[in-house]
């Protein structure tokens, strides 16, 4: 029972482009999200978050969307560059619930094409 | 400012032996997690300690556990080692509120032969 989906294994965007990576949940107890970035053989690097009572949070070329009632958000990279190349993790917790670590989708692999 | 430190980077032990795993957090950081990422099966939550006390657990069996020191370091253990333990092991840290941004270290890779 995955929590946390993210249905696409790979994406490739060409370099200065708009990367967009999907991710989908079905516990509506979550209501933080965060974004991680991880290059082989490192540890995960957080990127950006958003709270639930938000639908947008930018910070430089990283914004996430946040769709509560669609259980849905996306994170878009404008432009996308070539150390953007990485697998990309969406988590997700919900801090009200007693709390657990963090759920995360299984990654999507972002490729950015010169 | 150091970041999360974990040693040793990679670790081989043979089915049946025990693996010790160890983990550093930010300085100030009260909260670690610990995570296990085996192939093909994504992030999994395996512990969490606060102010040494184990807080949580995922869906492990016994074998796994750990323990927070007074410095807020923290072990994982990992006893009757089976071919399927083989992965990387994550240890993030974050200031000891619920919610807050976990911050990843380098990860151990644990082999079992």
Sequence with gaps: DQQVKQNSPSLSVQEGRISILNCDYTNSMFDYFLWYKKYPAEGPTFLISISSIKDKNEDGRFTVFLNKSAKHLSLHIVPSQPGDSAVYFCAAIARGGGADGLTFGKGTHLIIQP | ?113
């Design chain 2, 1 to 113: 400012e150091a970041g999360v430190t974990q040693s040793p980077t990679h670790l081989i032990k043979t089915r049946g032996q025990q693996a010790t795993l160890r983990c550093s957090p930010i300085s100030g950081h009260t909260s670690v997690y610990w995570y296990q990422q085996a192939l093909g099966l994504g992030l999994q939550f395996l512990l969490w300690y606060d102010e040494g006390e184990e807080r949580n657990r995922g869906n492990f069996p016994p074998r796994f556990s750990g323990r927070q020191f007074p410095n807020y370091s923290s072990e994982l253990n990992v006893n009757a080692l089976e071919l399927e333990d083989s992965a990387l092991y994550l240890c993030a840290s974050s200031l000891g509120v619920v919610g807050e941004t976990q911050y990843f270290g380098p990860g151990t890779r644990l082999l079992v032969l």
